[in-house]
Structures are given as C-alpha cells and as structure tokens.
C-alpha cells in the first residue's frame, strides 16, 4: 500500500536550518510530482513547494521562497525540504503529499503522517 | 487571485444536509478538491474533480462548482463528518497550490 513517512522534524533556533525527508513506498515515486504541505499549531492548510516528477521543476509558496528548497532522489526514493533562516512562523506540522494529476483533475491522494517543526530560542 | 475563502464555521444537525463553500477565482479555471481533517491527523481526500469520489469515501458526500465558487455537500450528516474541511486547488497560474481557510463543521 502506499506510504509516505515524514522524519527530521524537531525543534531548532530562529535562523537555523533544517532538512525534512520524506520516505514513499507502494507506487511509483519518480512518476508523481510531489508537495509539502504545513499546518501551524491550530490554523490551516498551507501549501508550501511542489516538484515535478523528475525533479526539473520547483515552484514555492512567497512565504519560503529564497529559503526553502525541495528536492528529490528517484534512485533512492527521497523527498527533502531544507529549510533554512527559519523564523518562529515556520512552526508547524510538515506534510509530504504525493499529488495525482489528470485530466483536468488535481488530488492529494496520499500524505505522511507529518513531522513537527517547532523554531524556538 | 490566489485565495479561496470558506466560512470558518459551519454546523448542522444529525442526519441533515450541509453545504460548505469554497469561493475563489481560480476556481473558473480549476476544479477544487475536498479534504476531511480530524484532530490530530492527517487530511484525507473526500471529493475531487467535478464530483469525484474516492474508494471508501461514503456517497453522503459530493461535490459541485459554478462559476467561482466550489461546494462540498453533505447529505445526512453524521456525528463521525465532524471535523474541519479544506478546498484546494491551482492558483491563477497554474503552479502554485492555495487551500481555503477551512471550515470547522459540527454536527449538532
């Protein structure tokens, strides 16, 4: 079954930097494009990168563009967000969600559990 | 415009129907799709496309667009539906991902 298992959260100093992996399994990974996704403590949804299926492609959200970078490893089957000049508005639950797309269609078919960045002095 | 605005607070009562709206420009050019959020876990997927369910979703749960604004209805709400809900779809330029604010549903 699909499976896609977030680690490297934990809690780091404003400024900072830090990098989330994402771990899939049961599908074709280097076939999806796929995203991260944050929640801060008790707000919404917040879409923060996508890359394409074959890595050539990031797009960010403004609020980490210049300080997020997403990559990806198709021969290891890996997902990564570096995170770097972390703020205190970065807290949040990170999510990897795998993206389906077709025919006019988007869904995020499949998330992680997620993995909690807590930026803090 | 990038953002897609929902009403932060809905409720209804057991075993009736609810809509949730979803409201935003680019939703003239993307379908939306519909996510369930219960505390502590995860999103899940409830409906996407025009009116799309996936495998185990239960069809009191469907979907509807016109024009800019997207809804999520659900008919004969039950007690487990209560949760918060999140709309989703492309921005106007078709790279970038916007989820609405969401809507807290409780179900009375």
């Known amino acids: 079954q699909v499976q896609l298992v977030e680690s490297g959260g934990g809690v780091v100093q404003p400024g900072r930097s830090l990098r989330l992996s994402c771990a899939p399994s049961?599908?074709?990974?280097?076939?999806?494009?796929m995203h991260w996704v944050r929640q801060a403590p008790g707000k919404g949804l917040e879409w923060v990168a996508v890359?394409?299926?074959?890595?050539?492609?990031?797009y960010y959200a403004d609020s980490v563009k210049g300080r997020f970078t997403i990559s990806r490893d198709n021969s290891k089957n890996t997902l990564s967000l570096q995170m770097s000049s972390l703020r205190g508005d970065d807290t949040a639950v990170y999510y990897c969600a795998r993206l389906e797309s077709y025919s006019g269609n988007d869904l995020f078919d499949y998330w992680g559990q997620g993995t909690l960045v807590t930026v803090s002095s | 415009s990038s953002e897609l605005t929902q009403d932060p607070d809905v409720s209804v009562a057991l075993g009736q129907t609810v809509r949730i709206t979803c409201q935003g420009d680019s939703l003239r050019s993307y379908y939306a799709s519909w996510y369930q959020q219960k505390p502590g876990q995860a999103p899940v997927l409830v409906i996407y496309g025009k009116n799309n369910r996936p495998s185990g979703i239960p069809d009191r749960f469907s979907g509807s667009s016109s024009g800019n604004t997207a809804s999520l209805t659900i008919t004969g709400a039950q007690a487990e539906d209560e949760a918060d809900y999140y709309c989703n779809s492309r921005d106007s330029s078709g790279n970038h991902w916007v989820f609405g604010g969401g809507t807290k549903l409780t179900v009375l």
């Open positions: 890359i394409s299926y074959d890595g050539s492609k990031k």
């Open positions: 049961g599908f074709a990974f280097s076939s999806y494009s």
